[in-house]
């Protein structure tokens, strides 16, 4: 079946620790999202790439970084920088033409050792 | 500023009863609306969503909701509600601006159907 895999679905960071959150999709979308998850305050967009090789910071991009290198695979890097990471990382993708829906993983969530 | 309001934190109904989850945006131009259902500790799961023609949009899981561009409102609705769909739901906006495009999203309304 077609979809986003996000692993692994718990991560635990030390202090002073970067961590990578993976997330593949197979269903040749161009476009793919992260976004962080906290109670009451909805989604928040992290970085988002609507092509290979290339990618935007979102709203609340400071602590994070991004690649893409396949068009499959969009890894999230919480880089020592983020001192608030604890929350739920959510992975989007969404094909072509605009109007589609986004597709979710079923999430990451990351807490602080 | 462009944003999408749902007013109410927390909607309460009884099995069998009708359901609405309120939603009303503030952007420019003409714009893609959605709905998605999350699941505790799952991803967003897509319901339904309107990009033009008739008001009323029908969707997942007997699901459905009305677009009022005078009200610049799309109400979730369902005629009779399960346990079932108690959930977090969340509403999102996308502007008409070709294919690069954000979603802006709401802070979601927790639905709970009591038995």
């Known amino acids: 079946d077609g979809g986003i895999t996000q692993s692994p679905k718990y991560l635990f960071r030390k202090e002073g620790q970067n961590v990578t959150l993976s997330c593949e999709q197979n269903?040749?979308?161009?476009?793919m999202y992260w976004y962080r998850q906290d109670p009451g305050q909805g989604l928040r967009l992290i970085y988002y790439?609507?092509?290979?090789?290339?990618?935007q910071k979102g709203d609340i991009a400071e602590g994070y970084s991004v690649s893409r290198e396949k068009k499959e695979s969009f890894p999230l890097t919480v880089t020592s920088a983020q001192k608030n990471p604890t929350a739920f990382y959510l992975c989007?993708?969404?094909?072509?033409?605009?109007?589609?829906?986004?597709?979710f993983g079923d999430g990451t969530r990351l807490s602080i050792l | 500023a462009q944003s999408v309001a749902q007013p109410e934190d927390q909607v309460n109904v009884a099995e069998g009863n009708p359901l609405t989850v309120k939603c009303t945006y503030s952007?420019?131009?003409?714009?893609?609306l959605f709905w998605y259902v999350q699941y505790p500790n799952r991803g967003l799961q897509f319901l339904l969503k309107?990009?033009?023609?008739d008001n009323l949009v029908k969707g997942s899981y007997g699901f459905e909701a009305e677009f009022n561009k005078s009200q610049t409102s799309f109400h979730l609705k369902k005629p009779s509600a399960l346990v079932s769909d108690s959930a977090l739901y969340f509403c999102?906006?996308?502007?008409?601006?070709?294919?690069?495009?954000?979603?802006?999203w709401g802070l979601g309304t927790s639905l709970a159907v009591n038995p």
């Open positions: 999102a906006v996308s502007l008409n601006a070709g294919n690069n495009r954000k979603l802006i």
């Open positions: 790439s609507q092509i290979v090789n290339d990618f």
């Open positions: 269903l040749n979308h161009d476009a």
């Open positions: 989007a993708s969404r094909g072509a033409p605009g109007n589609q829906p986004q597709h």
């Open positions: 309107y990009i033009t023609g």
């Open positions: 952007v420019s131009g003409n714009p893609y």
